[in-house]
């Protein structure tokens, strides 16, 4: 069965906001085996949206349109509907009755602009929207099913879940397949070079699809199943997730989705350990990303954002000697900034960054993107340097942040 | 002139994830006067991706069209360009050595995979990428000039930028209108009340398009401005802005579109004056935002991340008797805090948070979504408890460490 999504509205079509709705309609529509084939999205223009309507009638089984069902005149998906499969826009009494229901609930006056809400295409089956002002509607144009429902999301999600979902499942009958992606994290390699790990993929699991999306500094692997059998579909998912690990061995961060901080977080608190952070070139990302998990306070007990020598000096114990004879950005430095932040908090472990993010600040020795990264933990401590070669201030704060917490992970693995 | 927008891949096709590049082109193009009449999206499939540029090759002018440029064998926008030009792919060399260079520079391994990227239609013209492995290209297909552009959005906003937008205005020649965007930040309102305050601005200024954007929690007002005389455009938008802001006051954060942390490091750059954090709940996130702002070294001194009350005490001072009478979540806690990062670190300021994120840890008293906010300046200290209504762990973070930031701010003006 094939889908296609259209949203409408110059809000969209001019860019003013970002259509988030006709993703969630997709991931809605694939998780129930429906092919999402195509989105499209046009403004409130009646020839555009009806000559748009006519042409996805001629291809698809079925469609979901957002938006353009409000009471003003630059809402003319009615009336659009209308003129692609010919008919004229009567009153609809259901649509009536959900339109008055809603302001009778809420003590809002009822308009002459809102009975233009329940004018809808004749031939069409009201949606009610017991959330919003504005009914939805389903009709067929062409050879297909078109849903017609709010652009507000909250109206829109409700509408799809209490009452598209239903009437698409009734549609597919007992063609329903089964669908299920998986999300495999993956951290330590380049697109591309993922991408050559996984050349051979489709020859060993020819009934997967394979994408890769960089979610920078993170490479997630998905793969996509398909098909009539749900537990051969899940038996294939874990051997392609079992051969990817194989490959990827601790590159692997997680097999569902979930960040690295997740990932270390749950280390960490199986292992009934605990971390501080001292941080410099990363400005308190390290912390803020392991902080935005709930329940981070079970592992998380402190961090220190010392960007100056002195807070270096003074709060984590760092030798003015180290900071003269090496500077700020050195392996001793760093090294000696985890065993305070160690020692101060009593955690378990103590990791740190000192590095130079960028655009100023770079040396000959010392070129932005040079950073330090040191780990002290119940077996000693340590201190190395990497180089990355980004030109971008904002990526290096987040694959340095994002290389000590893999250093972390990967001692606790 | 007339433009479309094709987004290409399986990941936004089947909502795993937003499709936000379109979003940003449109308003580029709007911005300059060309009319952006549809999106499209689709996935890795090249009969859908060479039909679909047929077709837009037979009704527009212009199309950019993003993703699909990568080293793997998903990546078919080059093919599917070549398959609708009806022409072949040939080794650029140009491209070629866009990619070689940019694998130099960062001293990675050029592979075979990467020789792709190299492969363009006949008769394209390489975008060479110095921001990514892979470079662009602009190509005829039908009537309409399509530019091809990386999926990363980082890469995507630079190339746009630097290369299309040029090629864009030469071949509006002419016929080019003048076009200014003027974005007002602003912060302490909803975006309806801040509707609601600018509802007789288009009376006002009838020339002018308002949009509002909700960039959370900041509210962006922006003023579209269109028209043959550069000056007079200029002369309006600056008495637009003087109205806004004598409407809106100190909650006006910038009127060149900088966040609120820009705006605080201004602030105390000009002053002379430094700064130290104190977080609690918001885990490094002050931090993280005034360290993105290149220069912030400058003026920021330090930040402690003091999740538990061990650290509050040992390392900001915090009066054990305090935290054992108020708890950790207190006006007095915060001040102390406040105090302690200023005393600690020498600087000018100290700024604090304590409070419930969420989503557990919220009591009758304190629910989620409660922070108090401690400020210690040359004039003395004082804090305050603020309630937010989110119920979303992430959305308390930015609300807390904002609301945090704009204190400051204030205090600083």
């Known amino acids: 069965m094939k889908a296609e999504i259209l949203s409408t509205g110059d809000e969209i079509r001019s860019g003013a906001i970002v259509d988030s709705n006709s993703a969630y309609i997709a991931q809605k529509l694939e998780e129930i085996g429906v092919e999402v084939i195509r989105h499209i999205c046009v ?44 008919v004229t826009l009567i009153l609809d009494k259901t649509a009536l009755a959900s339109v008055q229901n809603f302001s009778k609930a809420r003590k809002r006056f009822f308009s002459e602009s809102n009975k233009k809400q329940a004018m809808l295409p004749a031939g069409a089956e009201c949606l009610t929207n017991p959330v919003g002002t504005a009914p939805g509607f389903s009709l067929k144009i062409g050879k297909c099913i078109f849903f017609f429902l709010p652009g507000v999301p909250s109206e829109m999600q409700y509408m799809l879940t209490e009452m598209v979902m239903l009437r698409i499942k009734k549609l597919q009958g007992n063609t329903r397949e089964f669908s299920e992606v998986r999300n495999i ?31 920078f500094p993170e490479i997630h692997i998905k793969l996509y199943a398909r098909g009539n059998d749900e537990k051969q579909l899940y038996d294939v998912l874990d051997s392609a997730s079992d051969w990817i690990l194989e490959r990827f061995g601790k ?29 410099s070139c990363t400005g308190g990302l390290i912390s803020h990303r392991l902080t935005d998990i709930p329940g981070s306070s079970d592992y998380f007990l402190f961090s220190a954002v010392t960007y100056s020598n002195d807070a270096k000096m003074n709060l984590l114990g760092v030798i003015p000697s180290i900071l003269e004879r090496h500077g700020a950005v050195h ?28 655009p100023s600040g770079g040396t000959v020795e010392k070129p932005v993107g040079t950073v330090c990264i040191g780990l002290a933990g119940p077996k000693g401590s340590r201190a190395k340097r990497y180089y990355f070669p980004f030109e971008n201030r904002l990526m290096n704060k987040q694959i340095f942040a994002m290389t000590a917490l893999d250093i972390l992970r990967r001692e606790l693995m």
């Open 185 to 215: 994290v993956t951290f330590g390699l380049t697109e591309s070079a993922t991408g050559e790990k996984l050349t051979d993929f489709s020859r060993n699991f020819p009934c997967l699809k394979l994408g890769l999306r960089a979610k």
């Open 251 to 279: 590159r692997v961060v997680s097999l569902d989705g979930s960040p690295l901080e997740t990932a270390v977080g749950n280390l960490l608190r199986r292992q009934k350990a605990t971390v501080a952070i001292a941080e």
């Open 331 to 358: 392996e001793h430095t760093a090294e000696m900034m985890a065993q305070g932040a160690k020692k101060i908090s009593g955690a378990t472990y103590g990791l740190s960054t000192t590095g130079i993010a960028g």
């Open 43 to 86: 403004g409130d223009d009646v020839d555009m949206l009806a000559s748009t309507l006519t042409e996805i009638g001629n291809h698809s089984d079925i469609a979901v349109v957002t938006g353009g069902l409000g009471p003003t005149a630059d809402d003319v998906s009615a009336v659009s509907a209308a003129k692609a499969a010919g």
